[in-house]
């Protein structure tokens, strides 16, 4: 079972940037497509940006061209780069597999509150 470990969360304002990382334990890692998904109040989960095996990546159109996500293989740790925030980012941001995956297991997320 790969552990997944979220971090880099915060409070930030409205065109502020933060970068999130995913720490994943273990060598399924590496086999798998890789997303960052988000989940605000009230609301479901939903699949923010994706990044495959071969670093093709795929964004929701709500965060293309404001947010970057890459892997490191080597460190087991894919990574969200998230440039003008705006307040509708506001959310609990996860990281798994994507389709998320039975071998992963979800993390706590990380809190991302854009607000002035």
């Known amino acids: 079972q790969v552990q997944l470990v979220e971090s880099g969360g915060g409070v930030v304002q409205p065109g502020g940037s933060l970068r999130l990382s995913c720490a994943a334990s273990?060598?399924?890692?590496?086999?798998?497509?890789m997303g960052w998904y988000r989940q605000a109040p009230g609301k479901q989960r939903e699949l923010v940006a994706r990044?495959?095996?071969?670093?093709?990546?795929y964004y929701a159109d709500s965060v293309k061209g404001r947010f970057t996500i890459s892997r490191d293989n080597a460190k087991n740790t894919i990574y969200l780069q998230m440039n003008s925030l705006k307040p509708e980012d506001t959310a609990v941001y996860y990281c798994?597999?994507?389709?998320?995956?039975?071998?992963?297991?979800w993390g706590q997320g990380t809190q991302v509150t854009v607000s002035s």
């Open positions: 273990g060598s399924l890692f590496i086999r798998y497509a």
């Open positions: 798994n597999a994507n389709p998320p995956s039975t071998f992963f297991t």
């Open positions: 990044a495959t095996t071969g670093f093709s990546t």
